[in-house]
């Protein structure tokens, strides 16, 4: 089953377009969208498991100029 997450970002003064245009470049990042709110960017990730989708957001969402702050969470499936 892929992994999936929701990563809450928080941006940079200046950065917030930059931040947008390169996440929505990258391999796992399914959707990005602009909020208002204590966040300024949610990024919704899809990656083969949460090991990758971990070091992917370690190696590839952290290291992004203009990124002030994260806070991702991993989606949870109820059983049916």
Same mark, same amino acid.
């Given at each position: 089953?892929?992994? %999936?997450?929701?990563?809450?970002? %928080?941006?940079?003064?200046? =950065?917030?377009? $930059?931040?947008?245009?390169? &996440?929505?470049?990258?391999?796992? #990042?399914?959707? #990005? @969208? +602009? #909020? *208002?709110?204590?966040? !300024? /960017?949610?990024?919704?990730? =899809?990656?083969? !498991?949460?090991? *990758?989708?971990? %070091?992917? /957001?370690? @190696?590839?969402? $952290? *290291? &992004? !100029?203009? /990124? +002030?702050? *994260?806070?991702?969470?991993?989606? /949870?499936?109820?059983? %049916?």
């Amino acid at each position: 089953m892929a992994a %999936k997450a929701y990563c809450l970002i %928080k941006v940079k003064p200046g =950065k917030a377009f $930059h931040v947008f245009e390169s &996440l929505s470049k990258l391999e796992y #990042v399914e959707l #990005v @969208e +602009a #909020v *208002t709110g204590p966040y !300024d /960017i949610i990024a919704y990730l =899809k990656a083969p !498991d949460f090991s *990758t989708l971990g %070091k992917f /957001i370690l @190696e590839n969402i $952290h *290291t &992004l !100029d203009g /990124i +002030a702050e *994260t806070l991702t969470c991993n989606v /949870i499936e109820f059983g %049916k």
